[in-house]
């Protein structure tokens, strides 16, 4: 019989390593040696994470793991992760609506939030979202952050 308060204690666990859209390698890493060390077979691939076990063949589960987020762009600038990497990553075009915007902006108003080190996961520090400007210019939400 699985404990509930062991599954909200791997959720609480999971949930404190950072997996911002487009930045995820850090909890994929925790998840691979999390994974080795229970004497599975883990296998890294480009943004995602193989494992199996003794009978690979007798279940399959899917998980996505990216987290929402701001991803800096200098100057004390943020943008939603999530459009900046579709842009980066994919070369899709932005084209969100102001509504979609201004959506995005009040969703996250207020929002405490921590900046990480993509590499190590390691805290860089920490603000509050003080305004997000939605901004039909370039199709980006902008967001600056305080203390």
């Known amino acids: 019989m699985i404990d509930l308060s062991d599954i909200i204690a791997?959720?609480?666990e999971?949930?404190?390593i950072?997996?911002?859209v487009g930045y995820e390698d850090v909890f994929l890493d925790y998840l691979y040696e999390e994974f080795n060390n229970k004497n599975l077979h883990a296998t890294k691939h480009?943004?995602?994470l193989e494992v199996s076990g003794d009978n690979p063949g007798s279940a399959i589960i899917c998980a996505h793991i990216d987290r929402h987020g701001l991803v800096s762009l200098g100057d004390g600038e943020y943008v939603y992760a999530a459009q900046y990497i579709r842009e980066i990553k994919y070369g899709e075009r932005n084209e969100q609506t102001y509504m979609e915007l201004e959506s995005?902006?009040?969703r996250f108003h207020g929002e405490r939030v921590f900046?990480?080190?993509?590499k190590t996961g390691k805290q860089l520090g920490e603000g509050r979202?003080?305004?997000c400007l939605p901004s039909m210019l370039d199709g980006d939400?902008?967001?600056h952050i305080g203390r």
Do not use: G
């Open 10 to 12: 791997k959720i609480e």
């Open 14 to 16: 999971y949930a404190a």
């Open 18 to 20: 950072p997996a911002v």
């Open 46 to 48: 480009r943004n995602l």
């Open 104 to 106: 995005i902006a009040n």
């Open 115 to 118: 900046s990480y080190d993509p």
């Open 129 to 131: 979202i003080q305004t």
């Open 141 to 143: 939400a902008l967001f």
